[in-house]
């Protein structure tokens, strides 16, 4: 038995018919656009740009925008690719399954455990936050006790546990809800724009791209990784000003990916999956880039508040209306981000079970929802006690790294998958391959080397634990090493 056995990709779909766990078909190509952008816009946008412009790269964070959404780019044209081929939920996770063997793909469900767990406490811990200014502008102040910040987060407790309940209904249910938030989020953004636009002062854009100078109470666990292991001096602003500043607002594209884990849930896969994880992306840059001109126009990069800089910015301006405004989009769009990372983290954890990877009777299917029911409630739980009881709040590089660790591998398995099954139809194919898979791959890694060291320990950590549960578990209990329980019948290997 190989910890590189591979599933073959008709295995995969032939698994997905299983009558018990078996997803409803129910979404088109305009859900999973909503779907993408709902996680997508939000948890950046309207925690990290200002905290990127202050501290790393001032005006020149558009670049920084740019770039990684330019890494994001490579990445989703791989995506679509295994996506369209493999339209079987758990992302990169099956996709891999199929190319690179099963502790890869072991590897890639955790590391996307990690992106979408954390990322949702993350966020839902930036919801309560937005959602007590929101209150603070209308006159409502909530006791300190369960404030945010304060050991007992209840907001972010809530929130997670009504979304939870939301989730648990059904995936057209709540695109439903998550298409109406959407709407109002992305009017938030563009207000944000044409309406910050008429207060853009030309001189804050000068100079374009600070001099670089040393960082502030930096400790050498938060120094870069690639700067920690070649001696080089730790600089924030200039030009490695703007890669640091990419590296961590790349955290405001993560959730494009969580497209490609309802796969199974799509009415029309090979068509509908590429377009929605591309026309989510460009929608998304487009208008990153345009806020980030506007807020670095209408605030000096050095004056630009970290947390909640759209709000103070117009608040800067004499606009306190419009930042109440703002908080009640972001308190819209940050809902949608959860959601979405919820139900990412449940088709994950689904796929890994129907491998026998995990307990095979957490993937049992509600025949009444179609929904996996156990998986919903158990992250809603987990993700609902993160969020209120640790102090995450800081650990986006966390999110960004465990998802950077996944573009990596799904981007060296394109080729690899080209070569062993180049019979298998593509209904979208990543062009100039295996040219443009290389450079995502080099482009992601090189991202992971630019984040904090002690973010590499915690992901060393956090990947340790992963191997003791895999071989532990899942390598003697997987549907590839041949050991059928009663009742079950165990997937023929491929190799």
């Known amino acids: 038995m190989s910890v590189l056995r591979t599933?073959?990709?008709e295995q995969s779909i032939r698994e997905g018919d299983e009558p018990e766990y078996q997803l409803k078909k129910r979404?088109?190509?305009?859900?999973?656009?909503?779907?993408?952008?709902?996680?997508?816009i939000g948890a950046g946008i309207f925690t990290v740009a200002g905290r990127a412009a202050n501290q790393l790269a001032g005006p020149s964070v558009v670049i920084?925008?740019?770039?990684?959404?330019v890494v994001c780019g490579l990445a989703a044209l791989c995506y679509a690719e295994f996506a369209s081929t493999v339209p079987v939920s758990g992302s990169a996770y099956t996709f891999s399954y199929a190319s690179l063997g099963e502790l890869v793909a072991w590897i890639i469900g955790w590391d996307l455990l990690l992106e979408m767990l954390l990322g949702a406490s993350v966020v839902?811990?930036?919801?309560?936050a937005y959602f007590q200014i929101f209150l603070g502008n209308l006159g409502i102040e909530i006791p300190s006790g369960i404030a945010p910040g304060s050991g007992f987060d209840l907001p972010a407790l809530l929130l997670v546990l009504v979304l939870t309940a939301l989730v648990s209904m059904g995936i057209k249910e709540s695109m439903r809800v998550n298409l109406a938030l959407v709407a109002l989020k992305v009017f938030i953004v563009l207000f944000v724009i044409f309406a910050g636009i008429g207060y853009i002062n030309g001189s804050n854009y000068s100079p374009f791209v600070p001099p670089s100078g040393p960082p502030v109470d930096v400790t050498p666990a938060e120094m870069p990784l690639l700067q920690a292991l070649f001696g080089l001096e730790q600089t924030t602003f200039g030009v490695m000003g703007i890669f640091a500043a990419a590296s961590l607002v790349f955290?405001?594209?993560?959730?494009?990916?969580?497209?490609?884990?309802?796969?199974?849930?799509?009415?029309?896969?090979?068509?509908?999956?590429?377009?929605?994880?591309?026309?989510t992306l460009v929608i998304c840059t487009i208008l990153y880039a345009a806020t980030a001109i506007v807020l670095t126009g209408m605030v000096p990069y050095d004056q630009i508040e970290p947390s909640g800089a759209l709000a103070a910015a117009f608040d800067s301006v004499g606009k306190s209306g419009y930042a109440t405004l703002i908080s009640a989009g972001a308190v819209a769009g940050l809902t949608t981000v959860v959601m979405t990372l919820m139900i990412g983290a449940s088709r994950v954890i689904f796929a890994m079970s129907r491998d026998w990877l995990l307990p095979s009777g957490l993937g049992k299917v509600n025949p009444r929802t179609g929904t996996p029911l156990r998986i919903t409630i158990g992250i809603g739980v987990l993700?609902?006690?993160?969020?209120?009881?640790?102090?995450?709040?800081?650990?986006?590089y966390m999110v960004n790294i465990g998802t950077l660790a996944a573009f990596t591998l799904v981007a060296i398995a394109v080729p690899v998958l080209?070569?062993?099954r180049p019979d298998i139809e593509r209904p979208f194919k990543v062009?100039?391959?295996p040219v443009l898979p290389i450079v995502s791959a080099l482009a992601s890694f090189y991202l992971m080397l630019t984040l904090p060291v002690e973010t590499w320990i915690r992901f060393l950590i956090w990947m340790a634990i992963g191997f003791v549960l895999y071989f532990a578990y899942g390598y003697r209990r997987s549907r590839l090493a041949g050991q059928p329980r009663e009742g079950e019948l165990p997937s023929m290997t491929s190799t």
């Open 64 to 69: 920084s925008f740019i770039i990684a959404a």
């Open 27 to 40: 979404l088109t190509a305009l859900d999973l656009t909503v779907f993408g952008v709902g996680v997508v």
């Open 418 to 420: 080209r070569r062993r």
């Open 431 to 433: 062009p100039f391959s």
């Open 383 to 396: 993700v609902a006690l993160t969020a209120a009881f640790t102090p995450i709040g800081k650990l986006e």
């Open 7 to 9: 599933k073959t990709i």
């Open 124 to 128: 839902a811990q930036g919801w309560s």
């Open 251 to 279: 955290f405001a594209y993560i959730g494009f990916d969580v497209v490609a884990t309802t796969a199974e849930e799509v009415k029309n896969p090979q068509r509908d999956l590429p377009i929605g994880i591309i026309a």
